[in-house]
């Protein structure tokens, strides 16, 4: 639980860690639902890791999910082209 995991992680770096394994195991289906990111919120801010760090932690998961699927590191190019795409 938080309580839990908020004692054994106690640097914004094991914080962090946590959270994105968090995000990672929420994203294994492809799909976060409402509950998950419900949750997921939830977590963040029991264990500390709120606004701008928990954006850049799902963030960073986004961003590692779709180096891996796409084989590429430039990511500001593939998220140009989705863009142009979604319109």
Do not use: H, W
């Not at 999910?65 to 140009?80: F, P």
């Amino acid at each position: 639980d938080a309580s839990s995991a908020k004692e054994i992680f106690d640097t914004p770096e094991l914080k962090t860690a946590f959270l994105t394994s968090c995000f990672l195991v929420a994203y294994a289906d492809g799909n976060v639902s409402d509950a998950e990111a419900k949750t997921l919120v939830q977590m963040g801010k029991e264990i500390g890791v709120e606004g701008p760090a928990f954006e850049e932690a799902r963030e960073r998961v986004k961003d590692q999910l779709l180096q891996t699927l796409t084989g590429s590191a430039n990511l500001e190019a593939l998220a140009k082209v989705a863009a142009k795409k979604m319109k």
